[in-house]
């Protein structure tokens, strides 16, 4: 099967690759661009642990495949924090609230409510739970996570 | 890698994009959002030789009034659909039911014309186009043809397009007058697919008689249904007379394939149904009565 030339900014850097059409873009950025920072849970779209932002809106990159990316502005939780290797907000945040314990969904988690509160900056407990729902956490119970949205909120 | 090995097009236009469709003979299959599709893909439970994507085709985006309906072009996200003051006010329950549908990360991605065409039973879009009798614009190089959405969903994951043909939008009749609209759903977790759910319009004439009904079934049966018998039922109906209640079990009445999984079985499934026709009729006559 003929493979596709694609070519994308990756966290502000050009990334030009030659890929297969089946290579998700989670796979494309995990084992071609190095970024491991995108976790890949489930693969079918169900789990969140690998949203990124693709074009500013927060998507599922396990349910995209990397062609479809071309000519897109990706960015993942790498892309998340300062240059230093500073926090965000959103970052530090969970932090504070003890949003996360192993951390294996909270890249996903930190590309959603960076997305969510760009959206909606002050969003209101219901409107926190609605935009959290798509991501799934198997330890912390969710009350940390939506402690420090709504510490984002206030 | 999860997908079985494909090719992949990108057409830049609904007319390159139908040429690909006849040229490649039946071999290939349509992707917009990619929302249900890629998941099958992931899952092995389809395979196929050629993708042909028309996510990217102007053309095939847009929501706009066109004489008494309401275009949305296939690809329009629903996201967009969300966002849309138009479609808010011209087909309220098209808006209503899209924060239903997944998540907002799916919705960033997936398109009105890709859930019709996916025909789920358990999905919001093909319940709405049915109850509100919609239709749907198939396009191929043989030319442009109507299929309205009573005649296009022939059973799971089944629709009237043949091979070669894109589904380029669909048209969505704009109610007015003294109206009310009402989405309920049950869910075993928010944005799953629901055990049964319900779409609901009502119109009342002056007099506050029901001058016309729409029912839409979720998840109960193998393709989204509408409870016909049930709207016969209530037609010029004093609306203080009808007892929601009724409403919702005349609505499961004759439903003969609704389906039984580990989440529920068929008559479970219809005890909820019936709950969710009577809650949703409730919404949307409190709506059109303006209580």
């Known amino acids: 099967m003929a493979e596709v030339p694609i070519e994308l900014r990756v966290n502000g850097q050009e990334r030009s690759a030659t890929v297969e059409p089946r290579l998700t873009l989670a796979d494309f950025l995990r084992e071609r661009c190095a970024l491991t920072g995108t976790h890949l849970g489930c693969e079918h779209g169900v789990c969140g642990a690998c949203t990124v932002l693709v074009d500013g809106d927060a998507v599922r990159a396990c349910l995209m495949f990397a062609v479809q990316a071309d000519g897109s502005e990706v960015t993942t939780v790498e892309g998340m924090s300062g240059a230093d290797g500073a926090l965000s907000a959103v970052q530090s945040a969970l932090r504070d609230c003890h949003g996360l314990q192993c951390g294996f969904c909270t890249p996903g988690f930190v590309v959603s409510i960076t997305a969510l509160l760009c959206d909606n900056p002050h969003p209101t407990d219901d409107e926190i739970r609605e935009g959290l729902s798509g991501n799934l956490c198997r330890c912390t119970g969710y009350q940390g996570i939506l402690q420090a949205v709504r510490q984002l909120a206030l | ?291």
Not at chain 2, 12 to 38: F, H, T
Not at chain 2, 127 to 151: K, N
Not at chain 2, 252 to 275: E, I
């Open chain 2, 1 to 291: 890698m999860k997908s079985a090995a494909f090719d992949y097009h990108r057409p830049s236009s609904a007319d390159e994009a139908v040429q690909l469709l006849a040229d490649l003979d039946g071999d290939a299959k349509v992707i917009a959002g990619g929302q249900s599709l890629v998941p099958m893909l992931a899952l092995r439970l389809a395979y196929l030789d050629h993708l042909v994507d028309v996510g990217r085709i102007d053309e095939l985006r847009g929501i706009e009034r066109r004489n008494g309906s309401l275009w949305v072009g296939a690809a329009t996200t629903q996201a967009s659909v969300e966002r849309n003051d138009e479609l808010a006010r011209s087909v309220p329950l098209l808006a209503r039911v899209t924060p239903f549908i997944g998540h907002f990360q799916i919705r960033n991605r997936g398109t009105v014309g890709g859930s019709i065409a996916h025909a789920d039973p358990a999905a919001e879009y093909p319940a709405v186009a049915v109850a509100l009798d919609a239709e749907f614009d198939a396009v191929s190089t043989r030319g442009t043809r109507t299929i309205p959405a009573s005649s296009f969903f022939g059973g799971m994951l089944t629709t009237a397009l043949e091979p070669d043909e894109l589904l380029a939008g669909i048209r969505f009749p704009v109610w007015t007058g003294r109206c009310g609209f009402a989405v309920q759903e049950f869910a075993r977790r928010h944005g799953d697919f629901a055990i049964a759910g319900a779409v609901v319009g009502v119109e009342l004439d002056d007099g506050g008689r029901v001058q016309r009904s729409a029912i839409g079934l979720i998840g109960l049966g193998s393709t989204p249904k509408r409870a016909t018998t049930a709207e016969a039922e209530l037609a010029g109906r004093q609306i203080s007379d009808v007892q929601p209640d009724d409403i919702g079990a005349q609505a499961m009445a004759g439903l003969d394939d609704v389906p039984t999984d580990l989440h529920g079985s068929a008559a479970y499934r219809k005890r909820v149904g019936a709950a969710m026709v009577a809650r949703a009729w409730a919404d949307a006559v409190t709506e059109a009565t303006g209580g």
